[in-house]
């Protein structure tokens, strides 16, 4: 039921671009994505609806593909703030969003 | 600025006491969820609460339970504290589904079970 995430883990250097997948086993109302850096809160990113929409956050951006239940989180130029774990929530319709493990994005100067 | 507090930031409690985690949260919000944090399983969900007096178990409820009296407050409650409840808690509000479900978490409480 937890959404999986792809890759758990990935290092980049500043300036680089990098991919982080959301794919789900159920048919999804929407996606969210948030960002939680090393002792703080997760803090929302976007959220995507149902519908194959694409969204975007200053130089990060998100696609929604409703027919393969999955989610892609594009970061694009990465800079060092971009260091954190970035979780995908899915929502299958109702009260609940169901978080994946998470994916670790370490950048580096 | 919208805000959802925690009771605690760190908490070391032994084993078989009660323990109670406060959640209070400034924006008026229906919605209000706990979860666990662990390293490698990400954000489970024990339980929500979508109005007051209301509460839904979530997919870890075993040995928890949940108070929601008014409308800004949702207390998780371990009924006797066990070591494998060592994690780091969040609480998060969200406004009603259907709206805009973005959820604002709070700061966390990492309680430690000895």
């Known amino acids: 039921q937890q959404p999986v995430q792809s890759p758990q883990a990935v290092i980049l250097r500043e300036g680089e671009d990098a991919v982080i997948n959301c794919s789900s086993s159920?048919?999804?109302?929407?996606v969210h994505w948030y960002r939680q850096k090393h002792g703080e809160a997760p803090v929302f990113l976007m959220i995507l609806l149902k519908g194959g929409e694409q969204k975007g956050h200053e130089k990060i951006s998100a696609s929604f593909n409703e027919k393969k239940q999955q989610s892609s989180l594009y970061l694009t130029a990465s800079q060092l703030s971009y260091s954190g774990t970035y979780f995908c929530g899915t929502d299958t319709g109702g009260f609940k969003t169901i978080f994946g493990a998470g994916t670790r994005l370490f950048v580096k100067a | 600025d919208v805000k959802v507090t925690q009771s605690s930031r760190y908490l070391v409690k032994r084993t078989g006491e009660k323990v109670f985690l406060e959640c209070v949260q400034d924006?008026?919000?229906?919605?209000m969820f706990w979860y666990r944090q662990d390293p490698g399983l990400g954000l489970r969900l024990i339980y929500f609460s979508y109005d007051v007096k209301m509460k839904e178990k979530g997919d870890i409820p075993e040995g928890y339970s949940v108070s929601r009296e008014k409308k800004e407050r949702f207390s998780l409650i371990l009924e006797s504290a066990s070591t494998n409840q060592t994690s780091m808690y969040l609480c998060?509000?969200?406004?009603?589904?259907?709206?805009?479900?973005?959820?604002?978490f709070g700061p966390g409480t990492r309680l430690t079970v000895l």
């Open positions: 159920k048919a999804l109302y929407s």
């Open positions: 924006m008026d919000h229906e919605n």
């Open positions: 998060a509000s969200s406004p009603p589904t259907g709206v805009r479900n973005e959820q604002f």
